[in-house]
């Protein structure tokens, strides 16, 4: 029987490798908010109740995730995190060292982890080398070993078209997945953006992606544990509406923070600012100081499953990350949209495509004042739209198709052809 190098045969039937349970890896590199975590928490989730029977090792950018109710059957290695400036650049967030020495340490840690674990899949989120590059020496013993098949999970939108197409040349992207990726799922809908045709994707690239549709974050709910179920109730507010404020992690939310900290609040309305634990502390000192004798007005640092509150809310003021939105999406709520423009507009085009179908309202980020927000709160708005009548949010029930058909082939062999004859029904 011909063995990889891991000691493992090459043509390992899909039903020996479920009986074992199949082993799956999800990388982020977390260097702004908490969405990456957050979607690969969902998608660990659904991988352990599938037909996949998955033990999931996430291999998280930032020691938050470590925070978050996890099921049995998934544990979680978080680096030493890295940040990301308004500029695009990056830095270590908490220790004391140089840049390269961090991504090193991280880059060590993560080839190290995935050697032991010896995944039967790895997805990689959003970035197809790492932050910083860092997946490069991972990448380069997982093909090595000829077992391991990998997947980059991208979001909907990337950035704005010309930007997506400079950085990946730089970053020579497009040979990185032909050497070492057998698959691209997009998390989203082509109807409201299509990867590979808006930013060019070469013909053989092109053929890896597949569109599993946006998460359904409704689901969440199900592993909530019971600290985040009581915490409406522990902020003991007086009955009326609920509006909640959202600013993704909170460290370039300064802005919409303060400005939503000012709103005068409709009559019998509450309202829940959530700041994200990346929010400087002397912003959230202020804001507390404020909102200190509000009777209807809280503030929370970080809550771990934002579900809660938000299936609760009658509308939502928030910035336009992808995690965020598909929330206010999953659960249709009326949502005011104020995105991110800088470093990237990526949550500006999600933002303006979403509101073209009608499906969340925009406001730029320099128009926000507490006036205006507060305007928005007191219209009129008719009921909730409908966006899973519009958008595709089948992606829990698609990933484990997609993932199971992948194992089904023959593992690529280091040194050999890389074989692309996968076809998904989707």
């Known amino acids: 029987m011909t063995m990889t190098a891991s000691g493992h045969p090459t043509g390992q039937s899909l039903d020996h490798m479920l009986t074992r349970r199949a082993r799956i890896a999800l990388y982020s590199h977390d260097t702004m908010g908490l969405g990456h975590m957050r979607r690969n928490l969902l998608l660990a989730q659904t991988l352990c109740a599938s037909s996949l029977n998955a033990v999931v090792l996430m291999v998280a950018g930032a020691r938050e995730a470590a925070a978050f109710p996890m099921l ?6 978080t680096l030493p995190s890295l940040s990301k400036s308004g500029d695009g650049d990056y830095a270590c967030r908490h220790m004391a060292i140089q840049l390269e020495e961090l991504v090193a340490l991280r880059a060590g840690a993560i080839q190290a982890s995935l ?147 000012r709103i005068e609040l409709p009559p019998e309305t509450n309202a829940v600012l959530v700041t994200g634990p990346f929010m400087p502390k002397t912003v959230q000192r202020s804001i507390l100081r404020r909102l200190r004798d509000a009777p209807r007005f809280r503030v929370i640092e970080f809550i771990q499953e934002p579900t809660v509150l938000l299936s609760r809310a009658d509308r939502i003021v928030a910035m336009g990350g992808y995690g965020t939105t598909s929330e206010i999406l999953s659960f249709e709520k009326h949502a005011l949209i104020v995105p991110r423009v800088r470093p990237r507009r990526e949550q500006l085009i999600r933002a303006e495509r979403l509101a073209a179908l009608g499906l969340v309202q925009l406001m730029h980020p320099d128009d926000v004042t507490a006036t205006g927000l507060a305007a928005w709160l007191a219209s009129d708005l008719g009921p909730p739209p409908s966006a899973r009548s519009v958008l595709d949010f089948g992606a829990l029930d698609r990933m484990p198709v997609l993932l199971e058909a992948l194992l089904e082939r023959q593992p690529c062999l280091a040194g050999a052809p890389h074989r692309r004859t996968y076809r998904a029904a989707v």
């Open 115 to 261: 050697e032991a674990f010896d995944p039967d899949i790895v997805i990689v989120d959003n970035v197809p080398r790492g932050a910083v590059r860092e997946l490069d020496s991972a990448l380069t013993s997982l093909r090595s070993a000829g077992r391991t098949r990998v997947v980059l999970g991208l979001r909907d939108v990337l950035d704005d078209a010309a930007v997506v197409r400079a950085e990946w040349s730089r970053a020579g992207n497009e040979q990185v997945l032909r050497d070492y990726y057998d698959l691209i799922c997009v998390y989203g809908d082509r109807r409201l953006c299509d990867p590979a045709a808006e930013y060019g994707f070469s013909p053989d690239v092109a053929s890896l992606v597949r569109f599993a549709g946006y998460l359904d974050q409704r689901k969440r709910l199900r592993v909530a544990d019971d600290r985040s179920a009581d915490v409406l109730d522990g902020l003991a507010l007086p009955p009326g509406r609920l509006v909640l404020g959202l600013v993704g992690g909170g460290q370039d939310g300064t802005r919409l923070a303060e400005a939503f900290s």
């Open 72 to 77: 049995p059957g998934v544990d979680c290695l």
